[in-house]
């Protein structure tokens, strides 16, 4: 399974490194941009890139342009099984997004997308690097918010620094610090705040309401917390992480007494 999965990456990258020139000599960079606009609304990750490669080419500085192609390199981090090969991938999104942040400094969206980045590699990385990457996500989620204090998925993404940290204890603190460096303080109240700022500028995400039912769970208010959850697992999925998050949602749901 692990190879058929490489093999699937492997090809890939290999198909748009084959249709990259010629799509650019073709099509203009908003033009492309729009195709690839299509198979990114569509969750084909590797057909997006086929056109959003070529228009980096193109328009290298273009931030928006610069989102979408860290947004597919995550997708396909989702996609793949290994996790040697979801760092590699989380890696070259990281790249994108920390670019994009610097020539968009004013950009919320910009400024967030390292923070996604880090997020979703963290699960997968070792304990120094979780520790370096910790302060950056929350650093990088403050920026988005002041540029733009409706943004529910910056918000999201601050409700799940907390939800992590206030999870581990005073032993793990104590010697996580001692081995990789001094970890920042994060609470369950101010994750629920920021959920529920998430829910209120933004009703319609599954994912804030699952996290915001599993960070109740955390505080062992399992009413509450079984009541987000099934409202979250309730919605249709209708992003690229959905079936994920829900998966999550179950398992929180399944250890509630």
């Known amino acids: 399974m692990y190879l058929t999965t490489f093999i699937r990456t492997v090809a890939i990258a290999a198909g748009i490194a084959l249709t990259s020139n010629a799509a650019w000599a073709q099509s203009t960079a908003a033009e492309l941009m729009a195709k690839g606009d299509?198979?990114?609304h569509?969750?084909?990750p590797g057909e997006a890139l086929r056109s959003y490669l070529p228009a980096e080419k193109l328009d290298p500085d273009n931030v928006p342009l610069l989102?979408?192609?860290?947004?597919q390199y995550r997708h396909l981090m989702s996609d793949t099984?290994?996790?040697?090969?979801?760092?590699r991938l989380g890696g070259i999104a990281l790249t994108y997004g920390i670019k994009a942040?610097?020539?968009g400094p004013k950009d919320s969206e910009a400024q967030l997308s390292p923070a996604i980045t880090y997020g979703k590699m963290l699960p997968f990385q070792g304990k120094a690097e979780q520790v370096l990457a910790t302060p950056r996500i929350k650093e990088s989620a403050d920026r988005a918010i002041k540029l733009d204090p409706r943004n529910d998925s910056a918000w999201h993404v601050l409700g799940r620094w907390h939800q992590s940290l206030a999870n581990v204890n005073g032993l793990k603190r104590t010697f996580g610090g001692i081995l990789y460096g001094k970890l920042p303080v994060g609470t369950n109240a101010e994750s629920v705040a920021c959920f529920n700022k998430a829910i209120a500028i933004n009703p319609k995400r599954l994912r804030h309401y699952i996290e915001l039912g599993r960070t109740y769970a955390q505080m062992e208010d399992h009413?509450?917390?079984r009541r987000f959850l099934k409202k979250g697992l309730a919605m249709p999925d209708v992003e690229k992480d959905d079936p994920e998050e829900k998966l999550r949602g179950r398992e929180a749901l399944a250890k509630l007494p």
């Open 42 to 44: 569509s969750f084909h």
């Open 81 to 87: 099984l290994t996790d040697k090969e979801k760092i």
């Open 223 to 225: 009413a509450t917390a």
């Open 101 to 103: 942040a610097k020539l």
């Open 67 to 71: 989102l979408r192609i860290a947004r």
């Open 38 to 40: 299509v198979s990114d």
